[in-house]
């Protein structure tokens, strides 16, 4: 199966007349039916998660799945300075990949507050941050599984939340199937962050309301499936391109690369804190919603 390059990946730079001051991260999330580099999004394009770290400079994580094993490289540093960053970038090629830059809210500078935090199979990466940390930490804590409180090991609300989400998810499917359930799994998930929302708080209105307000927005994958939620923080999604630059070399392109798709089937699946400057044709997702795509690459919007 060869190995294609997405195009890139950046948005418009904002006008002079808007500066926007953002105290949060930036989220990455990747799936394809073929193996594919996510060098120019991470490197490359006018945006990418690289050039974005002289704003987010307090680490960066980079989680890329072989033969259904998660491989996660993660370091405290700016990713725009940093080599690893660089050498990681450029070599991974994957059907899924997640990755995440950090500006730190809650939890020191440091590897154990990077994102993406790993269990098993499952990665997850958090932009938001929970208003009141301190004051809620215990009773969402308390909510979460013996089993999986050994294994937070950061002092951050996205490590808790995790493990959080997980706990709530086990309850209802055996985390290490290869057969899960997605739409259930969903509402299993949705379920989830309303119990979370009801302990820590309803997330803000909208983007940039300050760095005391509370926001949920997180991707999730095992490799297989992949989960996307808007909780505050921006998120947007492509599915399909202007025109593909591979259309005549891909055994795998379809109407859907080009095109909305009209079976609910896609051929690839992109998320950004931002949208990256390319081909792709981007669509911010709303709050509170929520995009599904399962083993088999069916593509989903579900609303509260």
């Not at 709530?168 to 055996?174: A, G, K, T, V």
């Not at 302990?199 to 095992?222: L, Q, R, V």
Request: include cysteine.
């Amino acid at each position: 199966m060869p190995v294609l390059k997405p195009a890139l990946l950046s948005s418009p730079s904002p006008s002079s007349n808007s500066v926007i001051i953002d105290l949060m991260c930036r989220l990455f999330g990747f799936r394809s039916v073929i193996q594919s580099q996510v060098h120019s999004s991470l490197v490359d394009a006018e945006n990418a998660l690289g050039i974005q770290s002289n704003d987010h400079p307090d680490g960066w994580g980079v989680a890329y799945y072989v033969q259904n094993s998660p491989h996660v490289v993660k370091s405290a540093k700016a990713a725009i300075g940093d080599a690893i960053f660089k050498k990681v970038s450029g070599i991974v090629s994957s059907e899924t990949v997640l990755a995440h830059i950090r500006k730190t809210t809650i939890g020191n500078n440091n590897i154990l507050n990077t994102h993406p935090f790993q269990y098993g199979s499952w990665v997850f990466a958090h932009n938001g941050n929970i208003t009141d940390y301190k004051d809620k930490r215990d009773s969402i804590l308390a909510e979460v599984s013996p089993k999986f409180r050994r294994f937070i090991l950061g002092d951050t609300d996205s490590e808790l939340i995790f493990y959080f989400l997980l706990s709530y998810l086990e309850d209802e499917h055996d985390l290490n199937a290869h057969d899960i359930d997605t739409q259930k799994f969903a509402k299993t998930l949705r379920e989830a962050i309303n119990k979370l929302i009801s302990i820590a708080g309803e997330p803000a209105k909208k983007d940039n309301s300050g760095a005391d307000a509370t926001y949920y927005t997180f991707i999730i994958t095992n490799g297989k499936i992949m989960i996307a939620f808007q909780g505050s923080k921006n998120l947007h999604y492509s599915t399909y391109k202007n025109r593909c630059q591979e259309r005549d070399i891909c055994p795998s392109f379809s109407p859907e690369c080009e095109a909305p798709t009209q079976t609910g089937v896609i051929n690839h699946l992109i998320f950004s804190s931002e949208p990256l400057v390319g081909e792709n044709i981007w669509h911010p997702l709303k709050l509170g919603e929520m995009v599904v795509c399962d083993p088999h690459m069916h593509f989903k919007i579900l609303t509260n």
